[in-house]
């Protein structure tokens, strides 16, 4: 099981990003994908998934406005929409899956014992 995160970089407030999490070794639409985020010296927290059938679930209230979520299951890409980025979005932003369910869990039932990308680093700054 793979989840390679990339689409990162510095921009500026109010500016947009997408980023790409491709996943491989698995059965890609069966299951729910989440992205969470970890600012410095912060918990990781939850921003956004998306069920087998698209349903979106928001995790995280201050994004509800400004980012998307989406899944190209022919690619097997998941992707997060990024726009009216402030500084306080900077975070390095992991894409997770749990091969067990099909829907969007509680953002606390997700943890370690899930499939996890290596980040990608989003700096939002003037």
């Known amino acids: 099981v793979q989840l390679q995160a990339s689409g990162g970089g510095l921009v500026q407030p109010g500016g947009s990003l997408t980023l790409t999490c491709a996943a491989s070794?698995?059965?890609?639409?069966?299951?729910?994908f989440a992205w969470f985020r970890q600012a410095p010296g912060k918990e990781r927290e939850g921003v956004l998934c998306?069920?087998?059938?698209?349903?979106?679930?928001y995790y995280l209230d201050s994004v509800k406005d400004r980012f998307t979520i989406s899944r190209d299951n022919a690619r097997r890409r998941i992707y997060l929409h990024l726009h009216s980025l402030k500084p306080e979005d900077t975070a390095v932003y992991y894409c997770a899956t749990d091969r067990n369910v099909d829907r969007c869990k509680a953002t606390h039932e997700w943890s370690t014992n899930d499939d996890w990308g290596q980040g990608t680093q989003v700096t939002v700054s003037s």
């Open positions: 998306i069920s087998d059938g698209h349903h979106t679930t």
């Open positions: 070794g698995f059965t890609f639409n069966y299951y729910a």
